[in-house]
């Protein structure tokens, strides 16, 4: 009898904990967020954010076969964007951002509200310096902090997200990459500081799903037209479309969630 086995780890959420014993472990991420099941947190200083107002040298848009990244350089000095405060004790350093988005409105947010998805979810990655790399921030448990922010739809376009999506187009199949012309400061993508928000301790949402996040989840919701959505579900992965590329919800085990407002 021959058996081929073909792994196909991140389209296959049930079976990540065969490859990777974290993703069945009990701190998981994505989870729902449950208004009335939360603490409130108060923080001896405010969420602050630095550097996101400086130009970086470049930015590059990649398809990466699972979602599209949004990576920088700041240069020799490296004036890379951080932030501290809030919930974090230290400095956390910008290393990418991207996406996660659904086929349908229904569906595509990794977190839920009140069990309910939205249709995307933008996830900014950072790393604490202290550690020096993301690849040795990811073996502490307060390692990386995730800013989170949920888009519901709009009739009007989201004009900072047209800073990215017209060049969507050359990166709409897999291991392709793309250097934006002109490249813009990541505060223009509308994310606005956020001081209303629900943090947690979590994991990485796919493989291999450490449990390594604090999780920072804007209370407010931005925007994005179906014009605007329907380049995201247009983009592929090696196999097939790269739409419905979020994590279900995983248990919270009795883990406190809190508010910050
Ligand atoms: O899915 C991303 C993954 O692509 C990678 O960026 C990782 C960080 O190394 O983070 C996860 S997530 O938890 O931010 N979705
Ligand atoms: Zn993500």
């Known amino acids: ?32 967020l449950e208004s009335n099941d939360m603490y409130r947190l108060v923080v001896p200083e405010q969420l602050q954010w630095h550097g996101y107002w400086t130009r970086p040298r470049n930015l590059t848009l990649v398809n990466n076969g699972h979602t599209i990244q949004v990576s920088g350089s700041w ?56 550690y020096g790399s993301q690849e040795e921030a990811t073996k502490y448990e307060d390692g990386l902090a995730v800013v989170s ?9 989201n004009p900072a997200l047209n800073a990215i999506i017209p060049f969507m187009d050359a990166v709409v199949g897999a291991e392709l990459e793309v250097t934006l012309s002109r490249p813009f400061p990541l505060e223009m993508l509308d ?44 983009l592929s992965s090696a196999d097939g479309e790269m739409e419905n590329n979020f994590r279900p919800v995983q248990p919270t085990n009795g883990r406190p969630v809190f508010y910050v407002s």
């Open 1 to 32: 009898v021959f058996q081929i086995a073909i792994l196909t780890p991140l389209t296959c959420p049930d079976v990540w904990p065969l490859d990777y014993p974290q993703c069945g472990g009990s701190k998981q991420s994505p989870i729902n």
């Open 149 to 157: 922010f949920l888009f519901q739809t709009s009739d009007r376009p």
């Open 191 to 234: 994310i606005s500081f956020p001081s209303d928000y629900v943090t947690y301790l979590g994991s990485l949402t796919t493989p291999p799903c450490s449990e390594v996040v604090t999780w920072i989840v804007s209370s407010r919701p931005l925007t994005i037209s179906h014009s605007q959505l329907s380049k995201f579900r247009h």
């Open 75 to 130: 240069g020799s000095r490296d004036l890379s964007p951080w932030i501290s405060g809030g919930p974090l004790d230290g400095e956390y350093k910008f290393s990418q951002l991207h996406f996660h988005w659904g086929s349908d409105d229904s569906i595509g947010s990794e977190h839920t509200v009140s069990n309910v998805s939205f249709p995307m979810e933008m996830h900014l990655v950072h790393y604490k310096k202290a």
